[in-house]
Nanobody, 124 residues
């Protein structure tokens, strides 16, 4: 079984930065895809970014390109989401997700494992 634990959310002013962490355990993750999704109140869960654990290949949603960076630390089994130039519309619960494979995918239903989520609130 795979366990994912997010941390690093909080309240920040527009233009500020946060770094989210996702600590993964329970499997060898060298052949996993790790993704970040978010869900704002009254909206569907949407893709933010994803990374291939083995190749480091990344994909981003257009809404966060140039502002967010996904990375991984193999030694710590941890994936990060560095969020810069935050906007009020980035306010949401952010979820870490994982799926076996080498191809980055952006659809939430294609991910098998999920963390509990961490709240990010950006004030204007």
């Amino acid at each position: 079984q795979v366990q994912l634990v997010e941390s690093g959310g909080g309240l920040v002013q527009a233009g500020g930065s946060l770094r989210l962490s996702c600590a993964a355990s329970g499997r060898v993750f060298s052949r996993y895809i790790m993704g970040w999704f978010r869900q704002a109140p009254g909206k569907e869960r949407e893709f933010v970014a994803a990374i291939s654990w083995s190749t480091g290949s990344t994909t981003y949603a257009d809404s966060v390109k140039g502002r967010f960076t996904i990375s991984r630390d193999n030694a710590k089994n941890t994936v990060y989401l560095q969020m810069n130039s935050l906007k009020p519309e980035d306010t949401a619960v952010y979820y870490c997700a994982a799926r076996p494979g080498n191809i980055v995918v952006v659809t939430s239903r294609q991910y098998d494992y999920w963390g509990q989520g961490t709240q990010v609130t950006v004030s204007s």
